[in-house]
């Protein structure tokens, strides 16, 4: 699977095969090492970095490894390794259903004769927690700090990625448009066939992540027949006049810090810009309102802000999400008009 998958240029599913091909090799040399001894035991360690820690545990059992598992944990800045294994421990054994005779751990942990003695309760059989020195034990306990390692690399690289698709992505947009900061951007689009029933929708995404509880959609009722730009009015008319009615009805209430779907304003092709700047005008709301401006293939090339058309770059991490804000406003509208017709 590998090899085809280089073949046909599937660049990222070969690594994931050659990922999984690695880990198989690891777990049968794991079992080579571990057909020593025929027990049952637990080999727990863990690596952290900051708030974040993962804890890694090999289940051995008659002497052989049959699964692994980790586990994602929130510290304090403070708490020490040995802390953050005991905690780990009494909450781990106080739900599991099987408790091996042997615990093999890195290091000496808080209340170990405690705990100890609370294992061999829950069991009915003696419960050891051993730090081993030397050998295969001390091998494996230092191959599951390894992998904790390793998840806990992959996590916060996984974390790093999606910041840049999201949060990265709406920095770039905000200093194209010479904004201090955006947080909530909501995008408009309409859809019809040949003017029947016309539809529109509204998508909104925070900190760069689709806010779907927010979508809202809507059935065209003041405009026949297909204009885009009389439609266009007519949603962010209802939209904003629906959001300043729900301000008002919860100032009223004493409860301005709840927000609605349609109370909590966004903070940022010419003609339907205009349509918009329109509606804020007479509403007496001010806005950023940018125009996504497409190319022949329809494919988003740019934005039109404050008359100008400004280029972005294909490449960046920018442009990927403005084009997926198009496409999903789209693709909702679209859904839409189908259900109707």
């Known amino acids: 699977k590998m090899l085809d998958a280089s073949e046909n240029l599937e660049f990222e599913k070969a690594i994931e095969y050659r990922e999984l091909l690695a880990s198989v090799q690891k777990i049968a040399q794991k079992q080579k090492i571990t057909d020593t001894a025929g027990d049952d035991r637990d080999i727990i360690a863990m690596a952290s970095e900051g708030e974040d820690a993962v804890v890694q545990v090999f289940f051995i059992r008659g002497g052989r490894l049959i699964g692994r598992d980790h586990f994602y944990l929130k510290i304090a800045e403070n708490d020490t390794k040995s802390e953050i294994l005991s905690s780990f421990i009494k909450q781990f054994y106080a739900g599991t259903p099987y408790i091996p005779a042997e615990l093999m751990l890195p290091e000496e942990i808080e209340d170990q004769e405690i705990i100890e003695e609370w294992l061999t309760t829950r069991r009915e059989h003696k419960v050891r927690l051993r730090i081993p020195k030397k050998g295969t034990k001390e091998k494996l306990v230092e191959l599951a700090g390894e992998n904790a390692q390793l998840v806990l690399n992959k996590d916060k690289e996984r974390l790093k990625r999606e910041e840049g698709r999201t949060i990265g992505a709406v920095k770039e947009i905000a200093a194209l448009l010479g904004m201090e900061r955006i947080v909530r951007m909501e995008a408009y689009d309409i859809s019809n066939t040949n003017g029947f029933e016309s539809v529109g929708s509204m998508i909104v995404y925070e900190n760069g992540k689709p806010k779907r509880n927010d979508y809202r959609k809507f059935k065209i009722k003041s405009v026949k027949g297909p204009n885009d730009y009389a439609s266009m009015r007519e949603v962010l008319t209802r939209r904003f006049q629906h959001g300043l009615k729900e301000k008002e009805e919860l100032r009223k209430k004493g409860e301005d810090s709840q927000l609605g779907s349609f109370t909590a304003f966004p903070d940022g092709g010419r003609g339907q810009v205009n349509i918009a700047l329109q509606v804020l005008d007479e509403l007496h709301l001010n ?35 403005i ?19």
Do not use: W
């Open 287 to 321: 806005i950023a309102v940018c125009g996504m401006v497409k190319d022949d293939h329809h494919r988003t090339r740019g934005l039109y802000y404050n008359n100008i058309e400004i280029p972005i770059d294909r490449d960046s991490e920018a442009f990927r999400l």
């Open 323 to 341: 084009t997926r804000i198009q496409d999903e406003a789209h693709r909702f509208a679209i859904e839409y008009h189908r259900q109707l017709r």
